[in-house]
Structures are given as structure tokens and as C-alpha cells.
């Protein structure tokens, strides 16, 4: 017999201005609305403190990074996810040391600051110019033990990745949440992005019948380069797949959003496992690559 093992996601969507203390204001307040419609587990947008600022190569952009530990905005929605008893995750632009990293926290219901996953992708080109900020992480893909479920976090292009997914529902995720930022390419202004970037998601989601979350952000913002000014207008559409890759519920490309969207992980589960023709064990997983691509394969590596 199923369980009500019973969940509640949610998807921000916002335009950012380039001043830290409105866009937290921002997402606390976009927070609190999705908890008033029950979400349990509430995804903002990537690097939201400020513009996206990876339209351009300028040095003194650095100085937007912090320190994991003790840092100002992820002590914040510390505090409000214990006041409102919701699952966070936070996305940063971290300073370690002489490294830096496009990262998220993950806070769970109680507080608690259980971990951080470092974005392993990292684009270079035009308007993305992440590599000049950012090292490629060195977490490898996670998954967290929250109150409400075990949820794998990636960040923007890594959702590009059916590895990726795949690693995380290996590990035991349930659901999958990917924070972004894409819009418009400044280089083409004919190139669009949007169907496929929403299309590759829902593969991952049917793929491995895992929810999947996604939370991208509005607003046309405009960042002075070496070369003169870059525009990306961003396109939003953050949505909410089901465990088929099936949307249930999606924002449009102008307006704030907050997406809500219910699931029993029980119900699901049980359906994964009806369906195991398609859901590889890890070692046979890591097997059937070995054997395609002729790489030595050892337990527990996939």
C-alpha cells in the first residue's frame, strides 16, 4: 500500500536589481508567499544578489564574492527558513581562499546549513563568460537529506547534463531543482533558447521519474564590458515538471512568479520501481558505461 509521503515545491521568478539588500528584500518576500501556499521546499533563482554580472570580463567584479561560512544572505534565509519551517536553497557567488565558485547552500526546515554543492559546468561565451569568474567545482553532484525529502541541487548548465541527473538520482534524489540565470544571446538575436532549455529538463525528469524544479529569473539587465555595453533580457519560464517530464505548473517570459506544485514521493517511488527496465542499479549503470566508452568502472565511482 502507498504512503503520503507528501511534498509541496515552489519556483521564484523576479527581475533583479543590482543592489544586494532589494534582492534578498526580493526573494524573503517571494519566500513567504510560497509558504503561505504550503511549499515546503522553495527554489530562488541563481546568483540572485545581483545583476548577472557574467556578461562581462572586469576584475572588479570579484569583489561580489564572499565566504561560504558566515555568509551575510545565507545567514539570513538561515533564520527564515527556521521561521517558517521550509527548505532553502541559496544560491552564492563564493570566495574560497584564491578559488571561486558558483555555489548553493542548502538550508533545511530547521535551520540547518546542511551542505554546499559547487556548479561542476561552467559556460564561456558570449554574455556567459563564467570561466573567467569561476572554478569548476569540486564537490562532485550531491544529494541532501532535507526534512521533506532527498533533493539533488544542480546550477544552470548543468541542467544541460543528463549525467548529471543521472548522478543525482543514483544517489538517492527524488526531486532535482536547478537555479538559473538564461535569457537572450547577446551575439544572436535570433538565437531562442527558452523551448529547448525547458525541453531538455523534462527529459531528466521523465528520464529518472524524479520531480524537477526550475527557477530562472525576468528584467533585461545591462552590464558595461570591455567592449562596450551587453544586454541579456532574461526569459524566465521557470516551471515545475512532474515524474514523467509532464508540466505542472510554468511562468510566463515578463512577470514575477511564484510556482507551486504537490507530489507524493511515496507514489512516485513506487512507480520508479515498476519501471526498473529503465532505472539502472549504480553498478550496472557504471557497467554499461565502462562497456561503451571502454572506462574501468569501480563500485561506488559512478
Known amino acids: 500500500m502507498e504512503g503520503r509521503k507528501v511534498v509541496v515545491v515552489a519556483a521564484l521568478q523576479f527581475a533583479c536589481s543590482d543592489e544586494v539588500?532589494?534582492?534578498?528584500?526580493?526573494?524573503?518576500?517571494?519566500?513567504?508567499?510560497?509558504?503561505?501556499?504550503?511549499?515546503?521546499?522553495?527554489?530562488?533563482?541563481?546568483?540572485?544578489?545581483?545583476?548577472?554580472?557574467?556578461?562581462?570580463?572586469?576584475?572588479?567584479?570579484?569583489?561580489?564574492?564572499k565566504p561560504y561560512k558566515g555568509h551575510p544572505t545565507i545567514q539570513r534565509m538561515q533564520k527564515l527558513a527556521k521561521e517558517l519551517g521550509v527548505v532553502i536553497p541559496v544560491s552564492f557567488f563564493e570566495e574560497a581562499n584564491n578559488a571561486h565558485y558558483n555555489s548553493v547552500a542548502v538550508i533545511d526546515a530547521d535551520g540547518t546549513d546542511l551542505g554546499l554543492y559547487r556548479k561542476s559546468h561552467i559556460p564561456d561565451g558570449p554574455g556567459y563568460q563564467e570561466k573567467f569568474y569561476f572554478?569548476?567545482?569540486?564537490?562532485?553532484?550531491?544529494?541532501?537529506?532535507?526534512?521533506?525529502?532527498?533533493?539533488?541541487?544542480?546550477?544552470?548548465?548543468?541542467?544541460?547534463?543528463?549525467?548529471?541527473?543521472?548522478?543525482?538520482?543514483?544517489?538517492g534524489a527524488e526531486i532535482l531543482f536547478y537555479p538559473t540565470a538564461i535569457g537572450t544571446e547577446p551575439q544572436d538575436e535570433g538565437l531562442d533558447s527558452?523551448?529547448?532549455?525547458?525541453?531538455?529538463?523534462?527529459?531528466?525528469?521523465?528520464?529518472?521519474?524524479?520531480?524537477?524544479?526550475?527557477?530562472?529569473?525576468?528584467?533585461?539587465?545591462?552590464i558595461t564590458t570591455e567592449h562596450g555595453d551587453s544586454a541579456i533580457t532574461f526569459y524566465g519560464n521557470s516551471f515545475i515538471a512532474g515524474p514523467t517530464g509532464e508540466i505542472m505548473a510554468i511562468a510566463n517570459d515578463k512577470d514575477e512568479d511564484v510556482l507551486v506544485a504537490e507530489f507524493n514521493l511515496d507514489k512516485i517511488k513506487s512507480k520508479r520501481h515498476m519501471h526498473n527496465c529503465i532505472f539502472f542499479s549504480v553498478v550496472e549503470y557504471g557497467l554499461f558505461m565502462g562497456e561503451i566508452f571502454k572506462l574501468p568502472f569501480r563500485s561506488g565511482n559512478v
Open 21 to 65: 539588500s532589494s534582492n534578498v528584500e526580493t526573494a524573503e518576500r517571494l519566500v513567504r508567499a510560497a509558504h503561505v501556499k504550503g511549499a515546503n521546499i522553495i527554489l530562488i533563482q541563481e546568483l540572485f544578489e545581483g545583476y548577472y554580472f557574467c556578461q562581462a570580463q572586469r576584475e572588479d567584479f570579484f569583489q561580489r564574492a
Open 194 to 222: 527558452r523551448d529547448h532549455w525547458k525541453r531538455v529538463m523534462q527529459g531528466h525528469a521523465g528520464a529518472n521519474l524524479v520531480p524537477l524544479v526550475a527557477s530562472n529569473r525576468i528584467g533585461k539587465e545591462i
Open 135 to 171: 572554478n569548476p567545482g569540486d564537490t562532485g553532484f550531491k544529494v541532501f537529506e532535507t526534512k521533506f525529502a532527498k533533493i539533488g541541487i544542480a546550477i544552470c548548465w548543468d541542467q544541460w547534463f543528463p549525467e548529471a541527473a543521472r548522478a543525482m538520482v543514483l544517489q
